[in-house]
């Protein structure tokens, strides 16, 4: 590479409106996770300043704690997405081995219809999805978000692994029908801990949109028993309008886990994008 | 399938693949069918009546229902033209910038511009209500340090800012996409292109514009497809923020918050799936006609290289 492309004021002026970027996109996170942890004083005082000893507060957490039924909330989410998410890979990593191993009619049109689903959105079925889960006494049940979530996540699921299957090589497979593996232990055994990593970047692509979803919550499973994180922290914020301490606190608790996840899994859904996951 | 008598019926196959499309065909290809019906069909004296394009000519003609339809099908628009003309320069900048050789620290830059993109509207939506808050004054600070403070106004109480605000707030969220595809779609540009280029003295800005850009074109024609189906799809953020009626005076109704409204009703007006489904095949056609736009016009159009 020729010296003029990284002459330093270049590198300045990048590092500069990267990290201009950089606050921007940090910024709202951080005063609302800072200012949690101040009392109410300290909020509206010096809302721009770390919580000092003076302002350091936990009210607003011991609100939420006493008061919204999060720690329930949050494991109708956790249950929700954690199923969805085996049922989107199982599912998922089945059909895509059959749509890119096997030669059979109506294979491409499978393909097609199964990929019909990344640009349509679920939600404009809803109105029959409703009527089907009521149909079927569904309603106000997890299995039902599950449902939704696990057809919701199939279709990209189904076009990123088979992209991935077609690379695992064919003598492996050969060699293993040839010591008389059936198709399905060739499955499980040979093809899917070879596609392991492509598995996790389907996962979380598949997991965020599921945990922060709000529509199919709000519609199919709005009782107290199944509510979702996502949906008590609304109902719950738009209770607390004017308790400024819990509102904080209820969305720093709501943003700490993702936050702690992302943290974790940040370098495979990176890489996952960058690898040319979604084209 | 010549083959096909000599060898016993695969069923394997069917094994494999009836998991998943029996799930994507009961809970999202029939109910997406059953949407579309349901919009030919009103509800007359508990019974489901045929009445082919009325639920339509209602949609667009009867003034208590076209005036918030056109309402929140020129709030779309308006919502996902700003996506277009923020978002995505503001993507194709930063990962330009990111891409660019022996950039120090741009793991740490990609990991937190991405942070807004992984979080739930409803923190999203919250946050960015109470940091515009005039109540809490956390904006008017920020501007009074640059010396703006007299620009400063309660946004998204303001008819005539509060959906451009909201689409802002939007693109605030979402901009790590674009970035993160048109940062994959840089690096896979091979050195020899980048190399041949510098040999003819085009190097910098005009070796982007040249070079580069119409390398990524395919990828900034998929953001926009995309950035079209979520725009059109989109519903809660207006509904965190400004709660169903999307206020103020519907000023921020998108075709989400009414299908909402119109489909589970809200305070006094009474739901109706049937103009709910109505709406819904409104905002289907749509998105479809964009999708066949995209594939048919521009796919075919935008020349893939391939190296």
């Not at chain 1, 309008?241 to 859904?269: C, D």
Request: net charge positive.
């Amino acid at each position: 590479m020729s010296t003029a492309t990284h002459s330093l004021p270049r590198t300045i002026g990048a590092h500069a409106v990267l990290l201009t970027y950089t606050v921007i996109a940090l910024f709202p996170v951080i005063i609302v996770i800072m200012n949690s942890f101040k009392s109410r004083a300290g909020i509206f005082g010096a809302p721009l300043t770390p919580p000092t000893p003076k302002t350091f507060d936990l009210i607003g957490y011991t609100t939420v704690i006493g008061q919204g039924d999060f720690i329930h909330y949050f494991q109708n989410s956790l249950v929700v997405t954690v199923a969805s998410l085996f049922f989107v890979l199982l599912f998922g990593a089945m059909a895509a081995f059959a749509l890119s191993e096997y030669r059979f009619r109506g294979n491409s049109m499978m393909g097609l219809y199964l990929a019909l689903g990344i640009m349509i959105p679920i939600r404009l079925g809803t109105v029959a999805i409703l009527q089907l889960m009521v149909a079927s006494g569904l309603v106000n049940t997890l299995t039902a978000l599950i449902l939704v979530y696990t057809a919701q996540g199939l279709p990209l699921a189904v076009f990123i692994l088979s992209e991935f299957m077609k690379q695992v090589s064919d003598d492996l497979k050969n060699a293993g029908r040839i010591d008389g593996l059936s198709e399905y232990t060739i499955f499980f055994r040979l093809v899917l801990p070879l596609v392991r990593p492509s598995m996790a970047t389907v996962a979380v692509f598949t997991m965020i949109p599921i945990w922060n979803d709000l529509w199919f919550p709000l519609i199919l499973a709005p009782s107290e028993e199944t509510k979702t994180v996502t949906l008590g922290a609304q109902l719950f914020l738009g209770q607390f309008v004017t308790n400024w301490n819990a509102i904080l606190a209820a969305l720093s608790l709501a943003i700490m886990p993702v936050l702690i996840l992302y943290v974790i899994f940040s370098r495979q859904l990176i890489r996952g994008i960058t690898s040319g996951a979604v084209k | 399938m010549a083959a096909a008598p000599k060898r016993p019926f695969r069923w394997h196959i069917v094994v494999f693949l009836a998991p998943a499309v029996l799930v994507y065909t009961a809970i999202m290809i029939l109910p997406l069918a059953g949407t579309l019906q349901l919009s030919l069909f009103r509800n007359i004296d508990q019974a489901q009546i045929f009445v082919g394009l009325e639920n339509f000519r209602r949609l667009f003609g009867d003034p208590n229902w076209s005036v918030n339809f056109w309402n929140a099908l020129r709030n779309n628009i308006w919502f996902f033209i700003i996506h277009m003309i923020v978002q995505n320069p503001i993507g194709v900048l930063l990962a330009a910038l990111l891409s660019s050789p022996r950039l120090r620290f741009s793991a740490f830059y990609r990991t937190a511009i991405f942070v807004p993109t992984i979080l739930s509207f409803v923190i999203v939506g919250f946050a960015w209500k109470l940091i515009l808050s005039p109540l809490w004054g956390v904006a008017p600070n920020l501007m009074d340090l640059v010396g703006l403070k007299n620009l400063f106004t309660p946004w998204l109480g303001k008819e005539e800012y509060a959906l451009t605000t909201l689409s802002l707030i939007s693109v605030w969220q979402f901009v790590g996409i674009p970035m993160m595809l048109i940062y994959a779609a840089l690096l896979s540009i091979p050195e020899e292109v980048i190399e041949a280029a510098e040999c003819d003295g085009i190097t910098g800005m005009s070796q982007f514009w040249k070079i580069k850009l119409p390398l990524i074109l395919p990828s900034i024609g998929i953001i926009s497809i995309l950035t079209f189906v979520g725009n059109f799809n989109a519903f809660d953020l207006i509904y965190t923020a400004q709660g169903a009626l999307a206020g103020p005076n519907y000023s921020t109704d998108i075709l989400g918050t009414f299908l909402y409204r119109a489909f589970f009703g809200f305070q006094l007006q009474v739901g109706d799936p049937n103009m709910g489904a109505a709406i819904a095949t409104m905002m289907f056609l749509i998105i479809l006609g964009g999708v066949c736009v995209y594939l048919f016009l521009v796919q075919t159009r935008l020349r893939r290289y391939q190296f």
